[in-house]
């Protein structure tokens, strides 16, 4: 069974490339281009996984993750925060925040996808 990942990033020419990425390593994907957006998506979908954006127009990946949190259908969603945001201090928010992983733009594949397999092996 292939797992699902939700992404949820404002830019279309980034999230097409994870996308097209995700799907090689035979993840199922759906997008979201807002916070809003991506929380009526992880309703519907009950995704294995979420992968956000912090800085989105709407409602940016914190409050998402405040509201994942919050929410007991998505508290146990895992989200890997996905940013150009790389001071210790946005890290340890969004960490504190809930976030399962923390990923800095530019980032290499390679490292986004040690991160999500991690996750999915912690709940094996």
Known sequence: MNNT???IEDKPSLSDALKSLLELHQYTVATATNGEEGIRAA???RPDLV???IYMPVLN???LLDNFRDDPALQD???V???ARSEID???QALERGA???VTKPFLFKNLHAVIQGIFEKQL
């Open 51 to 53: 992968i956000s954006d």
């Open 81 to 83: 925060m996905l940013t």
């Open 43 to 45: 309703r519907k979908l």
């Open 61 to 63: 990946g914190l409050d």
């Open 77 to 79: 969603i895992p989200v």
């Open 100 to 102: 399962a992983g923390y």
């Open 90 to 92: 946005d890290i340890q």
């Open 5 to 7: 990942i939700l992404l």
